[in-house]
């Protein structure tokens, strides 16, 4: 296998090494000046994530949308998460979704994404007498600065939002950086 190193002006390299597969293999690069991204970049794929849930029931007052408590996480890869709230630090499009499971079985539940305070989507609207769940995603823009995201949920009735890892939930990753 052959490659080429390229040595940085202060120290570190870059090698571009080529595959040992028969043919040819063709990197094309923009005729633009910025950055490539790589495996290895936040832009690429390992951005921020996280994903949380309901550790203890959260009373629910009946058509009232109340902001979702979401105590446990499961991981949270930029540390970015924190009461029930996520604020990412790198500017782009990120990947929500969020779901509740009722104690009891209500004409009406919702989950609903608030971003700075503000609902900004109506994820999920059930209104089947015959399930106590609900759950959806979007895809929102946030600024990497100032911008966070929260998960509300809504009960006809009054109601209790049970604290199972597998039904309330809220989580999100980075989907496409700006």
Request: glycine content about 8%; aromatic content about 12%; some cysteine.
């Amino acid at each position: 296998m052959s490659s080429v190193v390229i040595a940085g002006d202060t120290s570190g390299a870059i090698t571009l090494a080529a595959p040992a597969v028969a043919g040819t293999n063709t990197i094309t690069l923009p005729a633009n000046s910025g950055t490539v991204l790589t495996t290895a970049s936040t832009f690429a794929g390992t951005g921020p994530a996280f994903s949380a849930y309901s550790n203890s029931s959260q009373s629910l007052s009946a058509a009232t949308i109340t902001k979702g408590l979401f105590g446990t996480e499961e991981f949270d890869t930029n540390n970015n998460f924190a009461s029930s709230r996520f604020t990412p630090t790198v500017a782009g499009y990120y990947q929500f979704s969020a779901g509740f499971q009722a104690a009891t079985v209500a004409s009406d539940l919702g989950v609903f994404l608030y971003k700075n305070g503000s609902a900004i989507k109506n994820i999920s609207t059930s209104v089947n007498a015959s399930v106590n769940w609900t759950y959806g995603s979007a895809l929102i823009y946030c600024n990497g600065s100032t911008d966070y995201v929260e998960a509300y949920l809504y009960s006809a009735l009054a109601n209790t939002a049970n604290p199972t890892q597998q039904s309330t939930y809220f989580q999100g990753f980075l989907a496409r950086a700006a």
